[in-house]
């Protein structure tokens, strides 16, 4: 018969019952400051008591966590960099408003029901929601640093090798993504967030004006102009993963070059930036562009492609087939992510890297490792893209 005696909690006993992520382990000894008492766990709790017992513990309460910074704040949410008296481990606090009388509230409550069914490597870790009366917080994983900022510290030249592995977890995070149906649809560096070991992760699933997954800045802006394909500026609605696969070829020249490729500040200069490089459409490039109202009033001139090499000499033979894969103007003709991980390209990664689980970092395969960054001083931007890329982020 059970012996059914109270005995102390070990961690050991918690994460096994709880099922609580790696990253998020309690530490040996923090329960030691807890009066819990348990009968021996031999089976994992149900859903209704593993509830009880991760609040018991301190999830979904606030007094969980210390604030020490601000982020940046926005229209409906303020975003504070935190610690967690649970794991000692920091955290990025995005404290969401509910008294705003615009519908924030429910876009972040639908936000949190696709974000936490989306448990990969290559995409921030939402740890634990705590809903009061005046605000809704969401407690995510911190990564200090996103990659304009690792650009901007890099002197805008990023190892070669580097932006190798970057870009391939980008496109890693993105395929899982779109094997579930989610779409990112706001891809620019701002969100792509990274850490010290150089792990690289999706942040911001807002697709609208509330924001989930905090980042450096925050503001009610749809989608960033730059990074946005010249089917949905010419007004597309039919949104395939293809929006995606644009923006991720966008990024991958301003890697490369530590430049943005098409820095428009209206829509109609943002299509004539890229028709000027990728030339302009026509009913034999594009059917049934001719027929597209907003493209006719634009009267673009007619411009020929001109190679991408020519605008990113760092560039080898296999990046440039890789990014004029990506950077097709119609949506149907872009690459996948899933074709664009099997490119030619990434052949120097080997087959292993493939073969991962969603949830294990590249970094696991002794294979696989960041080169040094050279620190070179910082090149400035040029003034007009310096105000237009802060307007973009700030709103």
Same mark, same amino acid.
């Given at each position: 018969?059970?012996?059914?005696?109270?005995?102390?909690? =070990? %961690?050991? @006993?918690?994460?096994?019952?709880?099922?609580?992520?790696?990253?998020?382990?309690?530490?040996?000894?923090?329960?030691?400051?807890?009066?819990?008492?348990?009968?021996?766990?031999?089976?994992?709790?149900?859903?209704?008591?593993?509830?009880?017992?991760?609040?018991?513990?301190?999830?979904?309460?606030?007094?969980?966590?210390?604030?020490? @910074?601000?982020?940046?704040?926005? %229209?409906?949410?303020?975003?504070?960099?935190?610690?967690?008296?649970?794991?000692?481990?920091?955290?990025?606090?995005?404290?969401? /408003?509910?008294? +705003?009388?615009?519908?924030?509230?429910? %876009?972040?409550?639908?936000?949190?029901?696709?974000?936490?069914?989306?448990? +990969?490597?290559?995409?921030?870790?939402?740890?634990?929601?705590?809903?009061?009366?005046?605000?809704?917080?969401?407690?995510?994983?911190?990564?200090?640093?996103?990659?304009?900022?690792?650009?901007?510290?890099?002197?805008?030249?990023?190892?070669? !090798?580097?932006?190798?592995?970057?870009?391939?977890?980008?496109?890693?995070?993105?395929?899982?993504? +779109?094997?579930?149906?989610?779409? !990112?649809?706001?891809? *620019?560096?701002?969100?792509?967030?990274?850490?010290?070991?150089?792990?690289?992760?999706?942040?911001?699933?807002?697709?609208?004006?509330?924001?989930?997954?905090?980042?450096?800045?925050?503001?009610?802006?749809?989608?960033?102009?730059?990074?946005?394909?010249?089917?949905?500026?010419?007004?597309?609605?039919?949104?395939?993963?293809?929006?995606?696969?644009?923006?991720?070829?966008?990024?991958?020249?301003?890697?490369?070059?530590? /430049?943005?490729?098409?820095?428009?500040? %209206?829509?109609?200069?943002?299509? !004539?930036?890229?028709?000027?490089?990728?030339?302009?459409?026509?009913?034999?490039?594009?059917?049934?562009?001719?027929?597209?109202?907003?493209?006719?009033?634009?009267?673009?001139?007619?411009?020929?492609? @001109?190679?991408?090499?020519? +605008?990113?000499?760092?560039?080898?033979?296999?990046?440039?087939?890789?990014? =004029?894969?990506?950077?097709?103007?119609?949506?149907? *003709?872009?690459? =996948?992510?899933?074709?664009?991980?099997? !490119?030619?390209?990434?052949?120097?990664?080997?087959?292993?890297?493939? *073969?991962?689980?969603?949830?294990?970092?590249?970094?696991?395969?002794?294979?696989?490792?960041?080169?040094?960054?050279?620190?070179?001083?910082?090149?400035?931007?040029?003034?007009?893209?310096?105000?237009?890329?802060?307007?973009?982020?700030?709103?």
């Amino acid at each position: 018969m059970r012996n059914n005696a109270a005995r102390k909690i =070990s %961690t050991e @006993d918690v994460n096994k019952r709880l099922s609580l992520p790696a990253d998020i382990r309690l530490p040996e000894g923090y329960l030691e400051k807890l009066a819990l008492s348990s009968p021996p766990f031999d089976k994992p709790l149900s859903r209704r008591l593993r509830r009880v017992s991760l609040s018991e513990i301190g999830f979904g309460k606030l007094e969980t966590y210390v604030k020490l @910074d601000k982020l940046g704040e926005g %229209t409906y949410a303020t975003v504070y960099k935190g610690r967690s008296k649970l794991t000692e481990n920091l955290v990025a606090l995005k404290e969401i /408003r509910l008294e +705003h009388e615009e519908g924030a509230p429910c %876009t972040a409550i639908r936000e949190v029901s696709l974000l936490k069914d989306l448990k +990969h490597a290559n995409i921030v870790t939402l740890h634990d929601i705590i809903h009061t009366e005046r605000t809704l917080t969401l407690v995510f994983e911190y990564l200090d640093k996103d990659l304009k900022q690792y650009l901007d510290d890099c002197g805008n030249l990023i190892n070669l !090798h580097n932006i190798k592995l970057f870009l391939y977890q980008l496109l890693r995070g993105l395929s899982y993504c +779109h094997r579930r149906k989610v779409l !990112h649809r706001d891809l *620019k560096p701002q969100n792509l967030l990274i850490n010290e070991k150089g792990e690289l992760k999706l942040a911001d699933f807002g697709l609208a004006r509330a924001k989930s997954i905090p980042t450096k800045t925050y503001s009610n802006e749809v989608v960033t102009l730059w990074y946005r394909p010249p089917d949905i500026l010419l007004g597309s609605t039919e949104y395939s993963t293809q929006i995606d696969m644009w923006g991720v070829g966008c990024i991958f020249y301003e890697m490369v070059t530590g /430049r943005p490729l098409f820095p428009g500040s %209206t829509v109609e200069e943002q299509l !004539h930036f890229i028709f000027r490089i990728l030339g302009t459409p026509t009913e034999d490039t594009w059917p049934g562009i001719l027929s597209n109202e907003e493209f006719k009033s634009y009267n673009y001139p007619k411009y020929y492609p @001109d190679p991408i090499q020519k +605008h990113a000499a760092r560039l080898d033979s296999g990046g440039a087939n890789l990014i =004029s894969k990506l950077l097709q103007l119609e949506g149907r *003709k872009r690459i =996948s992510a899933e074709e664009a991980m099997r !490119h030619l390209y990434f052949q120097e990664l080997g087959e292993r890297i493939h *073969k991962l689980p969603d949830t294990t970092s590249i970094f696991a395969l002794k294979e696989i490792g960041l080169e040094p960054e050279v620190k070179l001083r910082p090149v400035p931007e040029p003034v007009h893209i310096q105000s237009r890329r802060l307007s973009l982020v700030l709103g």
